[in-house]
């Protein structure tokens, strides 16, 4: 195995060639020990991307961080700490650590092809020396104490030698050395599971990576009642994998028919929402004339932990929320906006903000923006005298819509996207009431507020709620799951599984046949040496017991 | 029983266990210094005597009955008794937590709850494997544990009893939070084990003799088998629990199977470091004191994640508020 001599005479001792380097680099990098540093340069790399929001974990959170740290951000961008799991430099880490591990499987493989078709080694000249060893005294032949030996190895499922005959061999060795002894050995099965946990992580990370090229995360915000047509320009957000393609989109359509919310009314958790689920119906694949087409739409009881799958894509329930219906005149008297609006929900009492964009109001252009209270009290909560408006509860007992007015121009002109929670306040000016201090609408449901300076009239029509569902694809998931249980299986034989080797002689002598039984723990966990000399004494107990 | 009967019972049934553990603590506190007192070849008879003598405790173990050895095997017992008294105790208090909540459910499903099943596991394992793995040398650090996290648990961590919270309530809690529990507490003994090994590694290195409560204590070579087999037990059951059960639960209740959730990570991570303990036991170089480095940094990194993840990041396993899922998406025109 030495390399072979190189033509050049005069290398310096420590001068490699280029393919001694390489064999050399290849040797450092499937090491043992650069795999243990390289784990923990990985677990060390994993560290940031609990630290600093991720965008592909939270992008309202990592922006917002951007925002309030200007000049690290910048520095942080360039590290892609922001997307530290798919960043380059943690990739290189766990590619290096996956080569390293093959570069490692794989000799250990061949070695263990060879080793599983080989024979237990003939026993040591002396047994006694190894750690493990009895002996006794018997006056059976030898015969018969190496079959009922072999009998005994056999039930406990060990790889026996197999004897060799006395005719068979050349007879230069002395008959007696070649057949007083059995060899045996047992737990082939730990290796295997060391070399199948190895090899499932592959698995995992090819399941894993088919996952994130292949497949798409979705997100949607559907106002109940509203049908959603499982097409690209539906989704309010749509995340697809490096490789997803447009014609994956499987052909389905649904509509959110009934919410049930369960709200806590008394108890120590008063006012907490429990069990919501959505009454779904849905088709697939969708008619032509949309899910009210459908002759005989199927149902589901969509709720959290209780996702939907149609074909390869899965629906799940992640959200709701309120969403008013609110009807605005202009000031010719023409309705300008009439419908639902999503308002986000702040607080876990569903406290919702949200904003009304009227672009098609005359003579100007309206937006408002404010607070939606579901169970709205007012009380005096520092004693000052004046009301403070609070919301109780997440459920509609007492709704309250209460907003800002703005005019002039929404800037939804100029082509720019712009969000639908936000008013781009550059060209708006927040209407003034008689006293001069800036309108503010409260409305009950049902009620009508006129806007100061002939803008026109808003009337609160009612609450609507909207449920968030996430629509995704992930293939290779039962990859990646087959592929941890697998390991997980081959983890339970490398950590479990007990490889031993054990040898039994038996030697004619004057007073009788002595018989020496010894075993060798080959786990190599020195693990506590208790375990191989029970076996030794069990077999001792069976060899001893005449029949 | 009403639920609040049950719930005044669990808070009650809290503070009696740690009450008891801390008499416990105090009784192998009493054993230890007992211990120390006597003089090095005494100990050494003691020892193989307080192991083998199991039946009476007041019976003389040496062939000179000393009062010292006598103290030992004394408060030795009662200490385990204690603990095993405040363990039926700590586990009353988790079911009549369970019984508190309106409907019943399992009593772990806040951080408050999470500490108090994950202690009892510690105390359950630490019983269960007394005798088999002659832990009698590990009592007052695990009782000290156990006590310590209770209190935080009780102090900082106290919650009213409450229904699940909708994302909570699947049969996932059982299988998956059940086999973290058990994975944690058994790396706590591990990492307890592993800590030993370092401080003995330590006393070896200067020559310091086998004195009073070091007399008790396993060989390196013992403590490291010991923090092996505690550690190939965990890994696996560790493994089940964050790289299998969970992400079958992430993906049912937030649609993705691995999201790099802050909790998800840290898990990882302990999932890294415990791997590379178990490779670096066997290479040159690495076993000894550094697999048992490793070991610790595993079970600091095990319990910062916790408690330390759901206070100093936002995850979604925060159960350290009530959080219901609050819609912060922007929705673009």
Known sequence: MTAAPTSSGERRPGELTFLELLRWGWRQLTSMRTALVLLLLLALAAVPGSVVPQEGVDALNASQWKEDHPTLAPIY?????????????????????????????????????????????????????????????????????????????????????????????????????????????????????????????????AGFAAGSLLGYQGGV????????????????????????????????????????????????????????????????????????????????????????????????LIGHGYAPVVTVRDGNGDVAYSGPTVFLPQDQNFLSFGVIKVPDALPQQLGFDGLLYPTYVGIDQDGDGVTDPTNVMGDLRNPLLTMRVLTGDLGMDTGASQSVYVLDQAGLEPVVDGEGKPARLDLSVGETATLPDGLGTVTFEGIERWQRLQISQTPGKLVALGGVVLALVGLLGSLFVRPRRIWVRAVRTEDGTLVHVAALDRSGSSDLEQVPSDALENLLTDLKEKP | MTDADWGTLSNQAVAAAGVVYFLALLSHLVEWSALSGRKRAAAQVASGGTAAAGGSTLVATGPEPEPENQRVALFGRLGVLLTGLAAAVHLLSLVSRGMAADPNRVPWSNMYEFTT?????????????????????????????????????????????????????????????????????????????????????????????????????????????????????????????????????????????????????????????????????????????????????????????????????????????????????????
């Open chain 1, 221 to 316: 915000i559907l106002v109940q009642g509203h049908t959603f047509g499982n097409t690209l320009t539906q989704y309010d957000d749509f995340a697809p994998g490096g490789a997803f393609r447009t014609d994956q989109l499987d052909d389905f359509c649904f509509a959110i028919d009934d919410f049930d919310v369960e709200w806590l009314d008394s108890g120590p958790n008063q006012g907490m929402a429990r069990g919501f689920a959505a009454d779904m119906r849905y088709s697939a694949p969708c008619p032509r004339g949309g899910l009210g087409e459908a002759a005989e739409p199927d149902r589901y009881d969509l709720r959290v932990n209780h996702p939907l799958s149609i074909g390869d894509t899965e629906l799940f």
């Open chain 2, 117 to 333: 099943a994950g202690t009892f596991v510690v105390a359950l394992l630490y019983l269960v494997l007394y005798r088999r793995l002659a832990l009698a040398w590990m009592a007052p650090v695990v009782v000290g544990i156990v006590v310590s996290l209770l209190m935080v648990a009780v102090i900082w961590l106290y919650e009213p009893v409450g229904p699940l919270a909708e994302s909570l309530n699947s049969p996932w809690l059982v299988i998956h939070v059940v086999s973290a529990i058990i994975a944690t507490g058994a790396f706590t003994l591990g990492g307890i084990t592993s800590l030993f090994y370092l401080l003995r590694l330590r006393r070896t290195s200067k020559g310091a003799p086998d004195r009073g409560v070091w007399a008790r204590i396993p060989g390196l070579e013992r403590l490291d088998a010991l923090s092996y087999r505690i550690h190939a037990f965990a890994f696996p059951v560790w493994t089940f629990a964050v790289l299998i059960t969970g992400p079958i639960w992430a993906h049912q209740a937030w649609s993705r199977y691995w999201n790099w959730d802050p909790k998800e990570v840290w898990a990882f991570i302990t999932w890294v470091v415990y791997a590379a303990y178990l490779h670096a036991r066997t290479t040159a170089g690495w076993k000894g004191r550094n697999a048992a480095i490793l070991a610790l940094v595993g079970t600091a990194t095990l319990w910062f994640n916790f408690i330390g993840v759901n206070y100093f990041t936002s995850s979604q396993h925060s159960y350290a508020a009530p959080a219901e899922s609050v819609v912060d998406v922007v929705r673009r025109t």
């Open chain 1, 77 to 205: 961008e360039r590290l892609g700490l922001f997307d530290v799991y798919s960043s380059p430099w943690f990739a290189a880490i766990y590619l290096l650590l996956m080569i390293s591990l093959v570069g490692c499987i794989i000799p250990r493989t061949r070695v263990y092809w060879r080793a599983l078709r080989a024979q237990p080694p003939a026993a040591p000249r002396n047994l006694t020396r190894l750690p493990d060893s009895a002996s006794y005294v018997t006056d059976e032949s030898p015969g018969v104490v190496l079959e009922r030996a072999r009998a005994a190895l056999r039930r406990r499922r060990y790889r026996i030698r197999p004897s060799s005959e006395p005719s068979s061999g050349p007879s230069s060795e002395p008959a007696g050395v070649v057949d007083d002894a059995v060899s045996a050995e047992r737990g082939y099965l730990r290796e295997a599971g060391n070399l199948l946990f190895h090899l499932s992580l592959l698995v995992v990370l």
